[in-house]
C-alpha cells in the first residue's frame, strides 16, 4: 500500500482538521486518538520530534488507519520522509518550505502540508506540488491575515496552524481556510496528565460542530479542495 492509497481524501474534507500530537508518551497517545476518534476527529499528525514517532505512526495506522488519516509531522529532512513513510505515513507535514521533502512527495504521490507564511512561501510551495499550504504560524497574524491571502491567490487552498481553537475557527473558516492544523487545543497536556479521556472525545466532538455550522451568510466562502 502506497502513501496516496492511505490517504483517504473524503474523510479528511469531512471534517480538515488536523490533530496534532507532539511530545506525548505512547500510554497516553493510544486512549487520546481512541477518545478523539470517538468524538469525530479524522485525521491526526504524529510530530518526528515525538519520542518513538514512528513506533506510534505505525500503532495508529495497524489500529485505527480505517478511522482516521494518519499523518507525519516536523518532517524536515529527506531522512525523516522516508522514516514516517516506512512507518505507515499517508500523508506529509512539514514546518517550513523544504523544496526537496516537498519535491520527493510530489514524486511519489504523497500528500504533502508544507509549511509557510509569506506570500512568497505559500505561492512556492503551491508551484512544487502542495496538496494544501500550511499558514504557520497562524496564531499572531490571525484570520485577517488568511483573507489577505485570499485575495491574490482564491486558487490555493490553506491550512492555518496555530492559535486556532473551537472558538476562532469559525472566524478562520469565514476568511477562507480550507482546512486546520490543531494542537494543544485539541490535545491537551494537561487534560492526558489528569487521565480526562472524556475531554479529549467532547473536544473533537466540538471541533466537528464548529467545522459544520453553516457559516453566516454573505461572508467569505471557505476552500473545500485540497488537491492541485
Same mark, same amino acid.
Given at each position: 500500500?502506497?502513501?496516496?492509497? &492511505?490517504?483517504?481524501?473524503?474523510?479528511?474534507?469531512?471534517?480538515?482538521?488536523?490533530?496534532?500530537?507532539?511530545?506525548?508518551?505512547?500510554?497516553?497517545?493510544?486512549?487520546?486518538?481512541?477518545?478523539?476518534?470517538?468524538?469525530?476527529?479524522?485525521?491526526? $499528525?504524529?510530530?518526528?520530534?515525538?519520542?518513538?514517532?514512528?513506533? @506510534?505512526?505505525?500503532?495508529?495506522?495497524?489500529?485505527?488507519?480505517? !478511522?482516521?488519516?494518519?499523518?507525519?509531522?516536523?518532517?524536515?529532512?529527506?531522512?525523516?520522509?522516508?522514516?514516517?513513510?516506512?512507518?505507515?505515513?499517508?500523508?506529509?507535514?512539514?514546518?517550513?518550505?523544504?523544496?526537496?521533502?516537498?519535491?520527493?512527495?510530489?514524486?511519489?504521490?504523497? *500528500?504533502?502540508?508544507?509549511?509557510?507564511?509569506?506570500?512568497?512561501?505559500?505561492?512556492?510551495?503551491?508551484?512544487?506540488?502542495?496538496?494544501?499550504?500550511?499558514?504557520?504560524?497562524?496564531?499572531?497574524?490571525? *484570520?485577517?491575515?488568511?483573507?489577505?491571502? &485570499?485575495?491574490?491567490?482564491?486558487?490555493? *487552498?490553506?491550512? *492555518?496552524?496555530?492559535?486556532?481553537?473551537?472558538?476562532?475557527?469559525?472566524?478562520?473558516?469565514?476568511?477562507?481556510?480550507?482546512?486546520?492544523?490543531?494542537?494543544?487545543?485539541?490535545?491537551?497536556?494537561? &487534560?492526558?496528565?489528569? &487521565?480526562?479521556? !472524556?475531554?479529549?472525545? @467532547?473536544?473533537? $466532538?466540538?471541533?466537528?460542530?464548529?467545522?459544520?455550522?453553516?457559516?453566516?451568510?454573505? !461572508? $467569505?466562502?471557505?476552500? !473545500?479542495?485540497?488537491?492541485?
Amino acid at each position: 500500500m502506497n502513501a496516496l492509497s &492511505r490517504f483517504d481524501r473524503a474523510r479528511f474534507d469531512a471534517l480538515p482538521v488536523v490533530g496534532i500530537i507532539r511530545g506525548f508518551a505512547r500510554e497516553v497517545v493510544e486512549p487520546m486518538i481512541a477518545a478523539a476518534i470517538e468524538g469525530g476527529l479524522r485525521s491526526v $499528525e504524529i510530530t518526528l520530534n515525538t519520542p518513538d514517532a514512528e513506533t @506510534l505512526i505505525r500503532l495508529t495506522r495497524e489500529r485505527w488507519g480505517d !478511522s482516521v488519516n494518519v499523518g507525519a509531522g516536523t518532517v524536515t529532512t529527506l531522512d525523516g520522509l522516508h522514516r514516517a513513510l516506512d512507518a505507515g505515513a499517508g500523508f506529509i507535514v512539514t514546518p517550513t518550505l523544504n523544496a526537496d521533502v516537498v519535491r520527493a512527495c510530489v514524486a511519489q504521490g504523497v *500528500p504533502v502540508m508544507p509549511g509557510a507564511m509569506s506570500p512568497t512561501e505559500i505561492v512556492a510551495a503551491w508551484e512544487l506540488g502542495a496538496t494544501l499550504v500550511k499558514v504557520f504560524p497562524a496564531d499572531g497574524l490571525g *484570520p485577517a491575515f488568511i483573507r489577505s491571502l &485570499r485575495g491574490p491567490m482564491p486558487h490555493i *487552498p490553506l491550512m *492555518p496552524t496555530g492559535g486556532v481553537t473551537v472558538e476562532t475557527l469559525p472566524a478562520f473558516r469565514r476568511a477562507g481556510a480550507a482546512a486546520f492544523g490543531v494542537g494543544t487545543p485539541l490535545f491537551d497536556p494537561k &487534560r492526558a496528565a489528569a &487521565r480526562d479521556w !472524556s475531554w479529549f472525545r @467532547l473536544q473533537a $466532538e466540538r471541533f466537528a460542530i464548529a467545522w459544520a455550522t453553516p457559516i453566516d451568510s454573505g !461572508s $467569505e466562502p471557505h476552500c !473545500s479542495s485540497v488537491t492541485q
